[in-house]
C-alpha cells in the first residue's frame, strides 16, 4: 500500500465502504494538503480515482468518480499550477556531458553506475531505483 494512502486519506476514508465515499470525503483528505504538499495532494487525488474506478467496475459503488478532477473537483479546488511555485532545475551544457560521463566512469560504487544508467537511457529514477 502506498505510503501517502495511508498517511492522507486513510484516517478519513480507510473504514468507509467504498461505496460510501463521496466528494466531500475527498475534499477532507485533499484540503489539508493542497497549498501546501500540491504534489503529494495531486498523487493522493490520482490514487484515490484509481481505486475508484475499478470499485465501479465491480459494481461495488455508482455514479461519478469523486477523486475525479475534469468537471469535478476542478470547481472546489485551485488548479496546482496556481497554488505551488513551478522550479526548474538548471540543465548541465551539453558540451560539457562527455566529460561528465568520462569522469562518472572512473568512480566506483553503485550510485555512480546508477546515474550513468540514468544518462545513458533517459529512465526515470524511479523506474531505475524499483
Known sequence: MDSTLKSYAFPVSGKMNVADIDAPDVLRVLKPIWRTKSETASRVRQRIEKILVPAKAAKL???????????????????????????????????ELPSFV?????????????????????????????
Open 61 to 95: 459503488r455508482s455514479g461519478d468518480n469523486p477523486a475525479q478532477w475534469d468537471n469535478h473537483l476542478e470547481h472546489s479546488l485551485p488548479k496546482l499550477s496556481a497554488v505551488r511555485k513551478v522550479r526548474h532545475m538548471p540543465a548541465m551544457p551539453y558540451a
Open 102 to 130: 568520462r569522469n562518472l566512469a572512473k568512480r566506483d560504487g553503485i550510485a555512480a553506475r546508477a546515474l550513468e544508467m540514468l544518462i545513458l537511457t533517459s529512465t526515470r529514477t524511479g523506474s531505475l531505483i524499483a
